[in-house]
DNA sequence: AATTATTTTTAGGTAAATCTAAAAATAATT
DNA sequence: AATTATTTTTAGATTTACCTAAAAATAATT
């Protein structure tokens, strides 16, 4: 069976959404796709007689283990193209979301296997996301979030919470990127600051908002 | 402005159909495109207004200037990720047409560029058809470098890169002359080197530098 | 518990791209 | 030139994905 971008992309939505279990409700999704709740109701009816999702009317939706699966192909593929833009063309890590979300929806299975051999099978995207293997299996993370890092415990900035072009504009100006060193030197309950410094420079206080944005690993 | 997958797949097949010059039918697009000789009345009202093409009622089509652009530029990317499917994955040049027809799609401009680039700006696709660069200039095929050759395409040795002794000497020695047929039976990454067979002879391989010398046209 | 607020669904409509069937224009043939 | 055949266009429907506005269900608050 095949399926339209459109349906993929609400695929892909509701697997972010549902991240791991819950419920994912009608207008969390209407956000999620800039579109309304009424087109939402529509497509979740339609996606539910394709065997995708299990959807009871003002329950909520849950995707299906044929949804599941559909889902981490796809973002198998986004994953892969981004590491591709990044790895191979020489992309800035910052700028390769759009164009994986085109990518994505190319459907021949025998380029997504060969991509990912002529890549060498990598194991995490350019963000620090996981990239799933053709089994839909994925690496865990021992990413820990900014916010949890102790005082004085050096790690490597492994990933970032979100794609937004205004986190990635700050992370820019701050000269933060994947792989960048960096420790916590003081934390701040007030605003929940916290006074970071990376490996060479001198300190400086970053934003609750942006510590929980960043993922790092401890070395 | 930005055009949909449906409308650049009738601009490409008008390109094709219109081949240099002349006016292309409906019936002729409807056949193309597999769709018909209604549907193709409609989007040609469609296209006039966006300006890519000239239509007279029952007096067929031709593209303007603008269409013939965007035609370009899709046949750019067309023939560009056909070239990466089997120079770069390893793809066997008659499985990557379908693959390209999704690819060709994707709109980022930076990415083919870059693509492009890490190609190493080939001017053939594996069919032997010319790249477009980034101005809609194509080779002109009657007489293209050996190394360009794509695999298993007959071709006659129609001319050589310099008149020195050295170079007269090895052809020689090889049996190549004008007029020469042959084709290439295998490509060698590793030093360039090609595998090629000369018309009722037995294969064997020439250096980079000889290929570089020598000029075929397709037969 | 009753009322108010929010969420979700239904009902009815639009735009894009397609279709079939019939009408109009052009081309071919006697 | 008149008739027949072919091509092309119009007219009216269908499907997909979306919308707005109103109704129905659920949740929150007094």
């Known amino acids: 069976m095949s399926f339209s971008i459109t349906e993929e992309n609400y695929i892909k939505a509701i697997f972010h959404l549902q991240q791991g279990e819950g419920t994912v409700s009608t ?3 209407a956000a999620e796709l ?16 394709k065997k995708l999702l299990s959807y009871e009317k003002y329950k909520g939706v849950r995707l299906s283990g044929e949804g599941k699966k ?7 593929k986004h994953r892969l193209w981004e590491y591709f833009l990044v790895d191979t063309l020489q992309f ?15 459907s021949s299975k025998k380029l997504v296997e060969k991509l990912d051999a002529f890549l060498g099978y990598p194991k995490f995207d350019p963000h620090g996301d996981p ?13 820990i979030n900014l916010i949890d890092l102790p005082v004085n415990k050096p790690a490597e900035v ?3 919470g979100s794609q937004s072009t205004e986190l990635l504009e700050l992370l820019k100006h701050k000269h933060i990127g994947i792989g960048t060193r960096l420790e916590i030197k003081r934390k701040f309950s007030f605003d929940n600051s916290i006074e970071i410094k990376l490996k060479n420079q001198n300190a400086f206080t970053i934003s609750q908002q942006l510590a929980q944005a960043l993922f790092v690993k401890l070395m």
Do not use: F
């Not at 910052?94 to 929806?105: N, P, S």
């Open 70 to 76: 559909l889902a981490l192909a796809i973002v198998r």
């Open 131 to 143: 990239i799933p293997d053709s089994h839909g299996k994925m690496a865990v993370q021992q990413h």
């Open 27 to 29: 207008n969390e999704l």
């Open 92 to 106: 800035g890590w910052d700028e390769v979301h759009e164009v994986a979300e085109e990518l994505e929806h190319i």
């Open 158 to 160: 492994s990933g970032v």
């Open 34 to 49: 800039h579109t309304k709740a009424a087109s939402v109701t529509d497509m979740l009816k339609k996606l539910k007689t």
